[in-house]
């Protein structure tokens, strides 16, 4: 089974508005950490927003929030004011093994294209 | 600038050559990571090192090999390359006490022809 998963292979939103893309995860470790990165098409990685699975309190950076439903497994970008500049991928990624003296690596999903329109 | 630094940006390599992907930190990073991204897909893991000396598998280690010799350095030896090997390579370090500071490298592209 994949420990991430983002269903939406391409996403299209309206310059100026909200957007949500979607990420489900699998784990069985307690303790773990979600993300969410952006690469432009430069292709460099660009941390956006981290979650921790403690965080009582979803997490917040400028525009970007992130919807976390641990019940769910779910852990869902929201993008606010979307710009232009935000058209890139846009990937969710999961570090377990906290609990103990692991590799704390992180596993990406495949990704959502989004694209603004003007 | 503190970073990850990788070199090349850009190989183009023959079937059956080999090479070495250079990947060098200096935040005295202990654990440092080698992900290859095919088109249109995300990360996925090669390698990873806990620290000096100490290297492990991920989940595409085949046709790779690594070494730690130093906390800095982290080379990625590909021997014997395959058109399957046509990739873009990161390279991405983490401080032992960060839940969340990992640091990427710009990425090497290589094309195997």
């Known amino acids: 089974a994949q420990k991430i998963t983002q269903t939406q292979p391409g996403m299209f939103v309206q310059e100026k508005e909200a957007v949500t893309l979607d990420c489900t995860y699998d784990?069985?470790?307690?303790?773990?950490?979600l993300f969410w990165y952006k690469q432009p098409s430069s292709g460099e990685m660009i941390f956006l927003i981290y979650q921790g699975s403690y965080d009582q309190q979803n997490a917040t950076e400028g525009r970007y929030s992130l919807n976390f439903q641990k019940a769910r497994k779910s852990a869902n970008l929201v993008i606010s004011a979307s710009q232009l500049g935000d058209s890139a991928m846009y990937f969710c990624a999961m570090r377990e093994g906290d609990s103990g003296a692991g590799s704390y690596q992180l596993t990406f999903g495949k990704g959502t294209k989004l694209s603004v329109i003007p | 600038n503190a970073g990850v630094t990788q070199t090349p940006k850009f190989r183009i390599l023959k079937i059956g050559q080999s090479m070495t992907l250079q990947c060098a930190q200096d935040?005295?990073?202990?654990?440092m990571y080698w992900y290859r991204q095919d088109p249109g897909m995300g990360l996925k893991l090669i390698y990873y090192s806990v620290g000096a000396g100490i290297t492990d598998k991920g989940e595409v280690p085949n046709g790779y090999n690594v070494s730690r010799s130093t906390t800095e350095d982290f080379p990625l030896r590909l021997e014997l390359a395959a058109p399957s090997q046509t990739s873009v390579y990161f390279c991405?370090?983490?401080?032992?006490?960060?839940?969340?500071?990992?640091?990427f490298g710009s990425g090497t592209r290589l094309t195997v022809v």
């Open positions: 935040m005295n990073h202990n654990y």
């Open positions: 784990t069985s470790d307690p303790s773990y950490g």
């Open positions: 991405a370090s983490r401080a032992g006490d960060s839940h969340y500071g990992y640091t």
